[in-house]
């Protein structure tokens, strides 16, 4: 997609979002919300850049040789999403472990591979298994777990109302089938 089509997108969207805001009932024309709509749509674009980008273009040519390593553990990529029920955020951390067959990802890269998937409109359970699918997918890894906190504003904002709440997702494939190599990755997280 070019910078023109892009341009013309957040524009559409914005005047969506200006629509939705006279809806409600409030006076777009109001100094604090004349430019609303559109720093909303660029907000919302930015937000679902996922869309628009490829896992193997962002990994590039990350990926090293390397024979050795029982399972490498990149941790705590902080997250930030919009739910695919209410698009409101949920934000949390990701934990990926995988056991290399040959090669390696870069380390950084992993975090962008979290960004291409958090920046689209999600449910955590289905993000989890993407990381975890593609990381197997791009380095050939033996195995690969994914443990996901997050904490979402659907349940905090509206709904039930729960404050202190959060939702953990696990996703595994490959020798992470086996349930002490399980219990083992796990219980090195505390």
């Known amino acids: 997609m070019d910078q023109s089509s892009d341009q013309q997108r957040i524009e559409a969207i914005a005047s969506h979002i200006k629509s939705i805001i006279d809806l409600l009932g409030e006076d ?17 674009w930015y937000l679902t850049s996922g869309y628009r980008k490829d896992v193997d273009e962002v990994v590039g040519q990350a990926l090293f040789e390397h024979e050795g390593s029982q399972v490498v553990t990149v941790g705590d990529i902080e997250f930030y999403s919009l739910c695919e029920h209410h698009v409101l955020p949920f934000f949390g ?11 390696i990802v870069g380390l950084s890269k992993i975090a962008r591979i979290v960004d291409v998937y958090a920046r689209r409109l999600q449910v955590q359970e289905r993000f989890t298994a993407q990381i975890a ?16 906190r997050g904490e979402h504003l659907c349940m905090k904002m509206r709904g039930v109302e729960k404050q202190h709440s959060s939702t953990t997702t696990i996703h595994y494939n490959g020798v992470f089938d086996d349930a002490m190599l399980r219990t083992e990755f796990l219980a090195s997280l505390k």
Do not use: H, M
């Open 93 to 103: 951390t990701i934990t990926i472990g995988y056991v290399p067959d040959g090669k």
């Open 28 to 44: 777009t024309g109001r100094e604090g919300l004349q430019r609303t709509p559109e720093r909303a749509a660029k907000a919302l």
């Open 133 to 148: 699918d593609e990381v197997r997918r791009l380095t050939g890894a033996k195995g690969v777990i994914a443990v996901c």
